[in-house]
């Protein structure tokens, strides 16, 4: 600005030494006026450019205002790339949020909240790009939830019912961070809680199953000692009997544990191998006939022609069968009828049982499979059930890709089915 002012000067100066000061003044006066609106002119254009939207092309322009506009172009240059960068790292911030599988909250510490992933969105049924900006605890409105959030004391987490937009159980930890910010995260602890359940239920029912023949074979044990002196040789042998039944049913308690708690550990199958079908349905049905005792008429069919043998775990497989076909004779009375087949259907090959006996209401049949599940605790107590039959039927089953069906009416009858993928037979042979 200076060069350029001493330059101006310089001219006027010399054209007035040389025309005079007239021509001088004037000279000196139009140049000093052109570099004004030069300079004027430039500002303007700036001070428009600014106006502009961010990302505008910056004017162009001559002489000075070129180095100036170059050295702004520069520093926009750093700015845009400083810009690409952070709005990259908190993208991939926002993306590795998306990915946790832990709800996640930005709040201020008056609890508005700035940002939330979307494991957090499903839990509390908020949305980010909606709700941003809100007070979290006028959206989730749960009185303890709220509570805790108004208290501030974030030592301990927080449990509690969420019930929109789904019911489930939540637990909530509050981390304070930086200048008044709050991150809460949230996690869904139904399916913990349901299995801690559950084992409660398992452990509640295996000791109620074992109390129950113990409590009788020590009624037994105490008659037969009080009455050593009194008892005749054949009440003594009769009581002993009695508890040796009481005994039998917890061994076969413990065994069926066993096999349940060895196919749920979700180990893979000891060995796969040929399973000659024919062979297994007669062993099957020696073993119904025994527990009939010939109060019921059993029909077996051999397997078809191609359906001989199938690709399995013969032990296991026995056990689900077997299962079956003595469940028929025990819930069907005297003189009843019990069908046993194996046949190809189509794209699956069926195991199925009929029986014409008690037969069991609908609101039963989806919970049969459950451990210890029985529509007649006395009746399978009486026919020295466990309860746990059909759950390892289903485990059984599962290892083979294969479905358990079940029909029933009561007073008509039931029909149980295994549906097993028809390759296992070509993988057979
Ligand atoms: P359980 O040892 O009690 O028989 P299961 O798991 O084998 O245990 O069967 C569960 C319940 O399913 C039984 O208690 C019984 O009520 C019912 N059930 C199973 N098979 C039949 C059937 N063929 N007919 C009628 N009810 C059946």
Not at 17 to 27: K, N, Q, R, S, Y
Not at 29 to 35: C, R
């Amino acid at each position: 600005m200076l060069v350029v002012l001493a330059v101006i000067f310089v001219l006027g100066l010399g054209v007035g030494l040389f025309f005079g000061p007239v021509p001088g003044l004037t000279v000196f006066s139009v140049a000093l006026l052109a570099a004004g609106v030069y300079h004027i002119g430039n500002l303007f254009k700036l001070v428009k450019w600014a106006r502009q939207p961010v990302g505008t092309p910056l004017p162009r322009a001559v002489g000075l205002w070129d180095f100036v506009y170059a050295d702004l172009n520069r520093l926009i240059r750093q700015a845009q790339d400083q810009r690409a960068k952070l709005t990259a790292a908190l993208a991939r911030f926002r993306e590795a949020s998306q990915a946790m599988p832990h709800g996640m909250m930005f709040l201020t510490d008056t609890n508005f909240i700035e940002f939330a992933n979307r494991q957090a969105e499903l839990h509390f049924g908020i949305d980010n790009a909606r709700d941003k900006g809100a007070p979290v605890i006028n959206l989730v409105r749960q009185p303890d939830f709220v509570r805790y959030m108004n208290e501030g004391r974030f030592d301990e987490p927080l449990t509690f019912s969420q019930f929109r937009p789904q019911s489930r159980n939540l637990m909530v930890h509050v981390v304070p961070f930086g200048e008044g910010m709050r991150l809460l995260m949230s996690e869904d602890i139904t399916q913990g809680e349901r299995l801690e359940t559950m084992r409660r239920d398992f452990v509640a029912n295996v000791s109620h199953e074992m109390r129950t023949p113990l409590t009788v074979v020590r009624g037994f044990l105490e008659t037969v000692l009080d009455g050593l002196d009194d008892l005749d040789k054949d009440d003594i042998r009769h009581y002993l009997a009695m508890a040796g039944e009481q005994a039998g049913r917890m061994g076969r308690l413990i065994e069926d544990l066993l096999a349940l708690s060895a196919l749920e550990t979700g180990a893979p199958m000891p060995h796969e191998e040929p399973v000659d079908i024919a062979r297994m349905l007669k062993d099957v049905e020696q073993e119904a006939r025994a527990v009939s005792a010939e109060r019921h008429s059993i029909v077996v069919d051999p397997p078809a022609p191609g359906t001989e043998r199938i690709l399995g775990n013969s032990k296991e497989l026995h056990s689900a069968f077997a299962n079956l076909a003595v469940n028929a004779v025990r819930y069907t009375p005297a003189g009843g009828h019990i069908h046993i087949a194996w046949r190809l259907r189509g794209a699956v090959v069926e195991y199925s049982v009929e029986d014409d006996g008690i037969g069991i209401a609908p609101e039963h049949i989806p919970r049969l499979t459950e451990r210890f599940y029985r529509v007649d605790r006395g009746r399978s107590r009486e026919t020295g059930g466990t309860g746990l039959g059909l759950a390892i039927v289903k485990h059984v089953l599962s290892r083979h890709q294969a479905d358990l069906h079940i029909d029933s009416e009561p007073g008509r009858g039931s029909r149980f089915s295994a549906c097993f993928p028809a390759r296992r037979l070509a993988a057979a042979e």
